[in-house]
């Protein structure tokens, strides 16, 4: 990064909280996996496996998201963060909002407990898009980047006013239909609203720039953005008011806007100029790799398909393990040792590079816990989504028994990064004087 970016960035304390509290919300959500096995045997819409999915969704992802973002809007947008303070008050409402919900979801409590995280948690998303507007219209130039980025902000503000009508709707019960039709899309307008595009937005930038490649066409990524944003839409609009049976039709815009990012990467992969790709890039590439497992299952569950009741469960909770478990969790376990070491090695060392000899940001973590942890990740998921497909209860612990190893893992090495301190330096000239006298 220029130096002209990085003096954009904003201060440590901004960012690093975020990776801290979604790495101990990692090692929670492995916990509370070992602690539901039993919960993948019958219908998704039950108090563990609704705790899983928000912990993971919220605590996990969006959590290390929104820290990232703070940390890479300046690189994206080549502009300041609007406000250090507004996302400083976001991490606080989102973090007391994920850990009320968590709570009330666990033990069951539809009250004034689930609906003041509920109220937090929409604050929060009020505040971030607030934050990613703001900080968007001080850019120099508006790219397709910043399409994906401010559109993904606005459907997690749609995500969670669906979740806060929901959360009130469980005393009052004011929405006209069960509380199974709005789950539906408050599922998929977060999954792929949110996550996918704002995913899509910001790899577009950095899997090119880690690669070394530059493509210069964005063609591809342009219909991406349309055809996802049409799928998404008119799936709200129909799921919402006329309930026609184009469901997968819809589905079938979102997977080939989805497909056009695909093909874009390839050919920024065709065009790259380094070879050595770390284990971070490798982990970045399995998770793309894991993307086409609910690419096609949400094909599945949008049709109107002659399944059983019990393959039509299994296979609706793979489709939203592949997703959390799978893309989002693989993609995290891949970039946060793309972009963590650099921002605390920026913090340590801006002002002792050209003085003294410091170590690389590649330096300050282990790769041998990095490797183990990729390992017992892409073990445990495949583990995890063979026993929930076949409802094998011993398997779904094996899975999560290698979850929470891969948590565990992760979040040593996170904490290794966030507690790193510089040690005694030696100037430049120190080791150029012990050349010189042969030392």
Not at 124 to 135: G, H, P, R, W
Not at 226 to 233: E, F, P, R, V, W
Not at 322 to 327: D, I, P, V, Y
Not at 397 to 409: K, Q, R
Request: glycine share 8%; charged share 10%.
């Amino acid at each position: 990064m220029s130096t002209a970016t990085i003096s954009k960035s904003p201060g440590k304390w901004v960012v690093l909280p975020h990776y801290a509290f979604a790495a101990c919300a990692f090692l929670v959500l492995g916990i509370l996996l070992l602690l539901s096995t039993d919960a993948f045997g019958g219908h998704y819409f039950n108090p563990k496996l609704l705790t899983l999915t928000h912990v993971a969704a919220l605590g996990w992802a969006t959590m290390l998201i929104f820290g990232a973002l703070y940390q890479l809007l300046p690189v994206l947008l080549e502009c300041k963060l609007h406000s250090e303070r507004l996302a400083m008050y976001t991490f606080g409402l989102l973090a007391a909002g994920t850990i009320l919900l968590a709570c009330s979801f666990w033990h069951f409590q539809l009250g004034g407990l689930m609906q003041s995280g509920a109220v937090l948690l929409f604050l929060s998303f009020l505040l971030f898009n607030v934050n990613v507007i703001q900080t968007a219209r001080k850019a120099p130039k508006w790219t397709i980047e910043a399409d994906f980025i401010v559109t993904s902000a606005i459907w997690l503000l749609v995500t969670g006013l669906v979740g806060l009508l929901m959360a009130f709707n469980f005393t009052m019960a004011f929405l006209p239909a069960d509380h199974l039709h709005y789950l539906k899309l408050h599922a998929h307008i977060g999954m792929a609203g949110w996550f996918l595009l704002l995913i899509i937005g910001v790899g577009a930038k950095l899997i090119p720039m880690f690669l070394l490649s530059h493509p210069t066409h964005t063609k591809k990524l342009d219909w991406s953005y349309n055809l996802i944003n049409a799928g998404l839409t008119l799936f709200g609009i129909d799921h919402l008011f006329f309930h026609t049976p184009f469901l997968p039709a819809y589905a079938a815009l979102v997977v080939a806007g989805v497909g056009l990012f695909l093909s874009f990467l390839y050919e920024a992969n065709c065009l790259k100029q380094r070879h050595d790709i770390d284990l971070g890039m490798k982990q970045t590439f399995v998770a793309l790799g894991l993307l086409l497992l609910p690419l096609l299952l949400v094909i599945v569950v949008s049709s109107d398909l002659a399944l059983s009741p019990r393959w039509l469960s299994s296979i609706c909770l793979v489709y939203g393990i592949s997703l959390f478990l799978g893309f989002v969790t693989a993609i995290i376990l891949g970039q946060t040792f793309k972009t963590l070491p650099f921002i605390v090695w920026m913090h340590a060392y801006e002002n002792l590079v050209g003085r003294y000899k410091t170590p690389l940001p590649k330096d300050i973590y282990s790769h041998k816990l990095l490797l183990w942890q990729n390992l017992s990740y892409l073990s445990g998921y495949i583990v995890l989504i063979t026993g929930v497909l076949l409802q094998l209860e011993q398997l779904i612990l094996m899975g999560a028994i290698l979850f929470t190893v891969t948590a565990a893992l992760y979040t040593v090495n996170v904490f290794r990064l966030l507690l790193h301190k510089v040690r005694d330096l030696k100037p430049f000239a120190y080791e150029n004087a012990q050349a010189g006298l042969g030392i």
